[in-house]
């Protein structure tokens, strides 16, 4: 199985549909399971949280119910997409694109670090250590002209958040793409084809 995570930005992207049935196409030949992140629905969260002064767990936990809310608008741009919520569903092979719903299976969760520091960057780094899945890629908005990238300055420029190395350590198969996601998922039928065209992230 692979974990592909959609950036938030993508919400507004003109190509958002193509890339999601894009990625629908190769449900067939592989187990693929997407996390995205909020966007400008978690903006509003973190909006509320600042003005209402909840707590960093509630405001979090309202963050990843945002995330939930482009899962239900991605569902309704490709119907054939499967929302799933239970972690163990996620491992079956079903012919299907899941998308993982994670507020309910990560709210009580111990593992993982519920602040501000985890967005669905780290969300999409548990599940792949989590689930020890084959590879990790992080779909992005902004283009990416080099071939290799280092995670910490990944971190320090902001790409990724602040707290996603803490679970990767020692995990290999990372990779990082932009808008030019789309025509490599046009250029390949073969998924792990694809996957080594994609930047590489060293941990």
Not at 101 to 108: D, G, H, I
Not at 148 to 167: A, G, H, T
């Amino acid at each position: 199985m692979w974990i592909i995570k959609i950036g938030g930005s993508w919400i507004t992207n003109s190509k958002l549909r193509e890339l999601i049935d894009n990625l629908n196409n190769f449900k067939y030949s592989e187990n693929l399971i997407i996390v995205v992140g909020g966007g400008h629905f978690t903006d509003s969260v973190r909006l509320v949280y600042q003005d209402k002064r909840l707590s960093e767990k509630t405001g979090h936990f309202l963050a990843l119910k945002a995330t939930e809310m482009f899962a239900l608008l991605l569902k309704e741009m490709n119907k054939e997409v499967s929302l799933i919520s239970k972690i163990e569903s996620l491992k079956k092979k079903t012919n299907k694109l899941k998308i993982w719903l994670p507020s309910l299976s990560l709210k009580k969760e111990q593992t993982f670090i519920h602040s501000w520091n985890s967005t669905s960057d780290s969300v999409a780094a548990w599940l792949h250590n989590k689930l020890d899945s084959r590879g990790l890629l992080f779909i992005k908005s902004l283009i990416l002209n080099d071939d290799i990238y280092k995670l910490s300055n990944l971190q320090k420029k902001n790409i990724l958040d602040k707290n996603v190395d803490q679970y990767l350590s020692k995990k290999k198969n990372i990779k990082i793409i932009g808008p030019d996601i789309i025509e490599l998922l046009k250029d390949f039928s073969n998924w792990n084809d694809l996957f080594f065209k994609c930047k590489e992230v060293k941990v």
